[in-house]
């Protein structure tokens, strides 16, 4: 257990509807990330918050946008979900913001099925 | 970010060591080496960690080479929960970087009773 909670679990919607991933972070970590995996891509890195400000985009689409708020929780919001979207989202945290080196902690992931 | 060239498949046999190589010929002096590996149906862990000399931990061994052009990630007694795929990851630790993994194919680790 990495101490990262990520719901749901498991996600089955379909194409144009809108949906909220959510991850609790570590107690005591400040950073969390996104990234997506889907089977012709591999790990994509999404996006970087750090207690609250948001650090660096990757490859996130528009359509996408994800906050962290004052608890440190976060939330990815996918919107006019398309079948392509289907994959899974991992969110990992991290001690870190700057100048320090360390692991990143990943949760079990949120399994997205647009149908 | 600088990358990295992993074979794409290793195959070992439980309860023996295993070598998996990583060349990081564009490494730049502020990269880290990060390994992570990922079970199936989980999420990736991280493994180790190091910058310029050899290190071990409960996990695993890494080796540097001296010239910090490609490392190895040493599994001293590979089980059969060992089998993942492993990434090998450079890490950008300089001032105003950002500390994202960027993960490439990895490394199918395969482990035969």
């Known amino acids: 257990d990495s101490g990262v909670t990520q719901t749901p679990k498991h996600l089955i919607t379909a194409t144009g509807q809108r949906v909220t991933l959510r991850c609790s972070p570590r107690?005591?970590?400040?950073?969390v990330y996104w990234y997506q995996q889907s089977l012709d891509q591999g790990l994509q890195f999404l996006i970087h918050?750090?207690?609250?400000?948001?650090?660096a985009k990757g490859n996130i689409l528009e359509r996408f946008s994800a906050q962290q708020f004052p608890d440190l929780h976060s939330e990815l919001n996918l919107s006019s979900l398309e079948l392509g979207d289907s994959a899974l989202y991992f969110c990992?945290?991290?001690?870190?913001?700057?100048?320090?080196?360390?692991?990143?902690?990943f949760g079990e992931g949120s399994r997205l099925t647009v149908l | 970010d600088a990358k990295t060239t992993q074979p794409n498949s290793m195959e070992s046999n439980e309860e023996e060591p295993v070598h998996l190589p990583c060349n990081h010929s564009?490494?730049?002096?502020?990269?880290?080496i990060h390994w992570y590996r990922q079970l199936p149906s989980q999420g990736p862990e991280y493994v180790i960690h190091?910058?310029?000399s050899n290190v071990n931990n409960r996990m695993a061994s890494l080796a540097i080479a001296e010239d910090r052009k490609s490392s190895t990630l040493i599994l001293h007694r590979a089980t059969l929960r060992d089998a993942a795929v492993y990434y090998c990851?450079?890490?950008?630790?300089?001032?105003?970087?950002?500390?994202?993994?960027?993960f490439g194919k990895g490394t199918l680790l395969t482990v035969n009773p």
């Open positions: 990992a945290s991290s001690v870190e913001g700057t100048g320090i080196t360390g692991e990143l902690f």
């Open positions: 107690s005591g970590d400040l950073s």
């Open positions: 918050y750090y207690n609250g400000e948001e650090r």
């Open positions: 564009t490494i730049s002096g502020t990269d880290y």
């Open positions: 190091g910058l310029t």
């Open positions: 990851i450079l890490r950008d630790r300089s001032r105003g970087s950002n500390y994202k993994l960027t």
